[in-house]
C-alpha cells in the first residue's frame, strides 16, 4: 500500500505541474474580453432598438458566423434575436466587411459603426 | 459591498436550512466544514429558487422578499434546534489509510501543493476568461441569467425556441442565481458569474475533502483532495462559468449526506437522524434544477434507494436502525418541492428538449449496433484522457482496486452499494441518450462527453476512497486478529 501511495501521489503531482504550466502568467494575463467588446459594438445600436421583442438578424458567412450570432443576442438581450431577415427591425453585424449583396426586402436605416448595421424590413412577418 | 450582502444572504439562507436539518450534536471538525461547504451550494441553490419565484410572482421588492425568506429560515432553524434533543452519540473511529510517518507528512504537503496550485490557476483562469471560457457561457447561461434580471415582464422570452442552442429547456439555477446578485448591484455585473463559478469550484473541493476525513480520517481525506485538485479539466471548468462543475457538487453532496447518514444511524441511540437524508433528497433536487442530467441522476438515485430496500431485508448489524420504507417516504418528500417546480417549469416556461427526434427516428437509432460500439471506443478514451492528466488519474484508481485487499463491493455498506449504483445508472443513461441524439454522434460526443465523465468524477473520488479506505482498514485490523488467532493455536 506504501508503494501506492507514494506512485499515486507522484502521478497526481505531474498533473498539478500541468495546471501550472498551463496557468495564464500573472504578470502578463491577456483578458478575453470578446463578449464585453462586443457588447460594447452593439451598445450605440442598442438604444434605437425596442426594449423587448424580436429581431432579426443577417451576418457574415464562414466559421465565426454562429459565436458572431450569439455574441450579438448576449449583447442585445432582453430582445429575441431571430436569425432571419423577415422582421420589421433587422440587425446587420459585419465585423470583418462590409456585406456586397444584401437580402432585397431590407433597407438600410443606419450604420451604427463597428460593421453594426440597422435595417428596416419591408416584408415583415 | 452589495455583492457581499447578496452572497452572505445566500450563504445565511443555506446555513440555516442545512444546519436546520442536521443531527444537533458534537461535530467534529471536518464535520463543521462539511456543513460549511454543502450550505454554500444549498445557499446559491435557494437564492436561485427565491429569484424565479419572485420574477414568476412579478414581486420586484428583491430585498425585502429575502430579508423575509431568512426569518422564516431563521425561525425553521430555531425550531427544529429546540425540539431536537442534543444527542449523546459517541463517533466510531474511523477506518482511515495509516502510511508510515514520512509518507504521511509527504502526503500532506503534496496536498497543501496540490490545493494551492489548484486555487492559483483558477483564479488566474477568471481573471484571464472574466466572461467565461468557451460558448455556453454566454450562449446559454449567463444569456438566460441577461432575460431573467434586464427582461421585466418579458423575461420568459430567454426561454424563446427562436434562439436556437440555447438549451432553452435546461433549468435556471445559475442563471436565476446570477440574476438574483446582479439585482443587488443593479447591473449585470461579469463579475458575478465568475465569483458563482469560483464558490461552486471550492466548495466541491472542499465538501470532498471535508466529507472523506469526517467519514474515513485525514489522511484518505488527502489523497482524495489530490486526485481533484489534480484534475487539469476540473480547474479548466472551474472557471468556465459552465454548470457541470456546479451539477458535480450536488452529486456529490447527496453521496456524501446519504453516507454520513448511514455511518449516523449505526450511531445515534434514539432514532436515526432523518434531516441528513432529507438534505440528500434537496441535493438531488437542487442538481435537477442544476441540468436537465441532474433530473436523471434524481431518478437514478430514487431507484437505487428501492433497490436497497431489497438489499436491506437482512441488514448488517450496524445498519439495524435503518427502515427503508420510512426512508424512501422521507426521500419522495424531499424531492417532492424540487420535482414540482421542475415540473412547473418544464410545462410551463421551457420549450421541449431538444435531445428527442420523432419515434421513428429513434427507433432506427436504437437498432442500429454500430452506434452503441462508436458510443462504447469513446466512453472507454475518454475515461482514460477526460481529466487531461500527465498519467491519467484513472487508471491509478484502477491499479490500486486491483491491488487492494478484495472483500468486494458486494460487502461493503448499502450506502456505498446504492450510490455506485446511482452513477452506474447515471453513466447508462448518458449512454441511452447519445444513443438517439438527433445531433450528429460524434460531434456531440467530441463536444459534451468529456463534462459528462466530469460531472460524476467528484462523486468516484470520493466513492473510491471510502470503498479502498475501509478495504485497507478491514485488512489491517484483520491481520492482527489473524496473528493472535496463529499464536493461540
Redesign the interface.
Known sequence: MKCAILLFTICCLLSTIRILREAPNPVHITRDDVSKKSDERFAAVKTRLPASGVIGYIGESGNSSTPDYYLTQYALAPLVVDRSSHHAIVIGNFPLSRPSDLPPNLRLVEDCGSGVLLFAGEDAK | MNIVLALGLSFLSGYLIVSAAWPRDNANQPERWMKLFISAGFGIGIFSIAYFVDRWLGIVHILATDLCLVTLLLAVYLLARARRKPSNSIADPVPD?K??HW?RR??MA?FG??IL??L??TV??A?????G?G?DA??IW??HA??LF???S??R??F?T?????HSDYPPLIPAAIAHVWSYIGHDD?IVPAIISLIFTCATLGLLVSAVATLRGITTAA?AG??L????FF?EQGSSQYADIPLSFFFLAAAALLHLFQQRSAQVADGSPTGLFVLAGAATGLAAWTKNEGLLFLFAFLASQIASVAWRRHPPASESRLNSGRELVIFLLAIAPFLLLILWFKHFIAPSGDLFSGPEAMLHKILTPARYWAILRWYGKDFLRF?????P?TI?FV??GL??PSAGIRRQNTALRSSVLTLTMTLCGYFAVYVITPNDLYWHLRFSLNRLFLQVWPTVIFLFFLFVSGQ?SSESQAEPNSRQNQANL
Do not use: E, K, Q
Open positions: 489509510l502510511p508510515p509518507l509527504l502526503l503534496s501543493i496540490s496550485a489548484a492559483y490557476a488566474l483562469r481573471l484571464a476568461h472574466p466572461h471560457d460558448w454566454f450562449a449567463n444569456l441577461r432575460f434586464l427582461g421585466g418579458h423575461w422570452d430567454g424563446s427562436l434562439i436556437p442552442w440555447s461579469p489523497m489530490i486526485a485538485a489534480s484534475t487539469p480547474i481529466g487531461n492528466w500527465v498519467v488519474t491509478l491499479a490500486i491491488l487492494s485497507a
